[in-house]
C-alpha cells in the first residue's frame, strides 16, 4: 500500500512516521508513505498556494492549480479509471463524510492513496469536483488542517493490511471490528468475539489487584463461555453509556437486547 501525502507542512509527518507499527510496516516495506511540499508546485516567487475567496468573506482559500499539479506529478491513473486502478484521491475536509472503520476497512482493497490535506478557510471546490474522489472527515470538528486527518487514515488504514499488526486478530476483536467469528478451527469455544461494530470489552491484566480494585473474578475462572459472555455483556454496556448509536446497528440476539434493557440508563 502506498500513500501520498501532500501538504504545506511537509514536516508535520516526521515525527509520526518514525514510532510504532506504522514505522515496523514501513521498515518491512508493507507500506510506503511519501509526503510531498504542496509549495512546491507554485510559480510564483511568494510560493503562494492561497487566495482571497469569491463573494467575500472570512480567511483564505486553496488555489486549485498547485493542487492539481502536484497530483499530477505523481501520476496517478485519470478521475474515471482510478477504480480500475485501485487508486484513490482523498480530500481531508470538515465538509467531508465521517470516516469509520469500515471506511479504512474499504480503502485496504486500494493499492494506492493520495491525501490532499486542506488549509485555511477551505479548498478550492473544483478541486473536489476535478481531482478528489471523495472527502473525508475525521470528526465533527474542525481542524486547523487535514494533516492531523492524513495522519489518521494512513495509521488506521495501514494497521488492517495483512501482516502489519503481530497478531492479525489484533484488528478483529477491538472496538468496530467485524462480526463474531465463532469458535476455533479446533471448535474450541472462544472467550473472545469479533463486536460486531459495537465498543470493545474491558481489558486487563496483572497485577490482579491495583487501587482497591480486583480483576472481575470470572476472568480467572478459565470457563471460556462465561469469559465470553461476560465480555459481551461488558462490551453492550460501555457501548450503551458512550456511543448508543451503534446499537442502531448492530446485529443483537435476544439475549443481547434483554441485557441492554436491564441495564441503568447513563446519568450523563
Not at 453509556?241 to 446499537?247: A, F, I, W
Request: hydrophobic share 35%; aromatic share 6%; proline share 6%.
Amino acid at each position: 500500500m502506498r500513500f501520498d501525502i501532500i501538504s504545506i507542512f511537509p514536516g508535520f509527518f516526521e515525527g509520526f512516521l518514525q514510532h510504532g507499527v506504522l514505522r515496523r510496516a514501513i521498515s518491512a516495506s508493507m507500506v510506503e508513505v511519501r509526503v510531498h511540499d504542496l509549495r512546491s508546485f507554485t510559480h510564483d516567487r511568494h510560493r503562494t498556494v492561497d487566495d482571497r475567496p469569491f463573494g467575500g468573506g472570512e480567511g483564505m482559500v486553496l488555489k486549485p492549480e498547485p493542487i492539481a499539479a502536484a497530483v499530477e506529478s505523481l501520476g496517478v491513473a485519470p478521475k474515471a479509471e482510478r477504480n480500475l486502478q485501485r487508486e484513490s484521491v482523498v480530500l481531508l475536509s470538515a465538509q467531508g463524510a465521517s470516516f469509520t472503520q469500515a471506511t479504512a476497512r474499504q480503502l485496504t482493497l486500494l493499492e494506492r492513496i493520495v491525501l490532499i490535506c486542506g488549509r485555511y478557510e477551505g479548498v478550492d471546490e473544483r478541486v473536489s469536483e476535478l481531482i478528489a474522489d471523495c472527502e473525508l472527515s475525521i470528526g465533527d470538528y474542525v481542524l486547523s488542517g487535514g494533516e492531523l486527518g492524513a495522519a489518521v487514515i494512513v495509521d488506521a488504514v495501514s494497521r488492517l493490511i495483512p501482516g502489519v499488526l503481530g497478531n492479525e486478530a489484533s484488528s478483529e476483536y477491538e472496538s468496530f471490528g467485524n462480526a463474531d467469528t465463532g469458535p476455533t478451527s479446533n471448535g474450541t469455544p472462544r472467550s473472545t468475539y469479533g463486536s460486531g461494530g459495537l465498543l470493545d470489552y474491558p481489558h486487563y491484566t496483572r497485577p490482579q489487584e491495583f487501587g482497591g480494585l480486583s480483576v472481575p473474578e470470572v476472568l480467572a475462572g478459565g470457563d471460556h463461555e462465561k469469559i465470553r459472555r461476560w465480555r459481551r455483556e461488558r462490551a453492550l454496556e460501555k457501548t450503551l453509556h458512550n456511543r448508543p448509536d451503534l446499537l442502531e446497528k448492530a446485529v443483537l440476539s435476544p439475549a443481547d437486547r434483554a441485557f441492554i434493557k436491564s441495564i441503568q440508563p447513563p446519568s450523563c
